[in-house]
Nanobody
Framework: VQLQASGGGLVQAGGSLRLSCAAS????????MGWFRQAPGKEREFVAVRWRNVNANYANSVKGRFTISRDNAKNTVYLQMNSLKPEDTAVYYCAAIRSPILSSVYQPEYYNYWGQGTQVTVSS
């Protein structure tokens, strides 16, 4: 299984970025696809997750600014990030989760596969 994240970069506060994560080696439709982020000196934190044909879940800190979507034909999940803030600066990771239990999606230990991460830096 391979998850390849891309799309990170440097952006000014208020700007936008779109992250992509291409998955291979798994039955994409059977997995929830999520995004986590980790800032220096902090724990990895949940950002968003989406299953096929199911509403998405978001962290309160990104709700209304970020949108997660997936293209099941391309085995790809996206994270559209708008109105970026300096506190959004982190390495962003995509991940795949098999468990359908809602409470598990917020915890990184329940995810089965991880991508390599992509750096997002938001300048003030």
């Amino acid at each position: 299984v391979q998850l390849q994240a891309s799309g990170g970069g440097l952006v000014q506060a208020g700007g936008s970025l779109r992250l992509s994560c291409a998955a291979s080696g798994l039955t994409f439709s059977n997995y929830g696809m999520g995004w986590f982020r980790q800032a220096p000196g902090k724990e990895r934190e949940f950002v968003a997750v989406r299953w096929r044909n199911v509403n998405a879940n978001y962290a309160n800190s990104v709700k209304g600014r970020f949108t997660i979507s997936r293209d099941n034909a391309k085995n790809t999940v996206y994270l559209q990030m708008n109105s970026l803030k300096p506190e959004d600066t982190a390495v962003y990771y995509c991940a795949a989760i098999r468990s359908p239990i809602l409470s598990s999606v917020y915890q990184p230990e329940y995810y089965n596969y991880w991508g390599q991460g992509t750096q997002v830096t938001v300048s003030s």
